[in-house]
């Protein structure tokens, strides 16, 4: 009970988090209005755009981990995917490129929303991304409010997809406890 509380107290804050980052469309304004809820993960071997990352979205309040290469940010998120809400993954990365570390991090969970990000993109890379499922494909760099805009369209789909696995849990469970001949 504490848990469904809790998750819908987080999903109050992140309806109010998308109402703000609509109502003020200016990101310096932004920073200092907003209250945060969900915890990214960045992957990406270029430390500078870690560290940009990871500023921006920690003004705001999120909580943000770093991981340097696709090996090591499938590790980290072998061990805590219950903290992580969406991962921010670079394309070309040594160890591990995004294209592997995208599949091994969605064959642990199939439902985490993966924003790639990449410096050397092209069409062909960006269409093969989102047929695998992935939330979104931004070159870089990237500006501050597309970045933000993109990450809160991949957390309302991700909020709209638990509530339609909640309401279906809740239909599922009154046909079932439907009696033979009701």
Excluded: W
């Amino acid at each position: 009970q504490d848990v469904g509380r809790d998750r819908r107290a987080l999903d109050d804050g992140v309806a109010l988090l998308h109402r703000l980052t609509l109502e003020h469309r200016d990101v310096a304004a932004l920073r200092n209005q907003v209250l945060v809820f969900h915890a990214f993960l960045v992957i990406d071997d270029e430390m500078s755009v870690c560290e940009i990352a990871r500023d921006m979205l920690a003004e705001l309040g999120y909580t943000v981990t770093l991981q340097h290469d696709g090996k090591a940010g499938v590790e980290y998120y072998r061990t805590r995917q219950a903290s992580v809400d969406l991962i921010l993954l670079d394309v070309n990365m040594p160890l591990m490129g995004g294209r592997q570390a995208f599949e091994e991090l969605r064959n642990l969970n199939s439902s985490i929303r993966i924003i790639f990000l990449t410096g050397y993109g092209d069409v062909a890379t960006s269409v093969q991304a989102m047929k695998s499922g992935a939330a979104d494909f931004l070159q870089k760099p990237t500006a501050d409010d597309v970045l933000l805009s993109t990450i809160r369209r991949a957390l309302d789909r991700d909020r709209q997809a638990r509530s339609e696995r909640a309401e279906r849990h809740v239909l599922r469970a009154r046909v079932d406890s439907l009696t033979p001949r009701e």
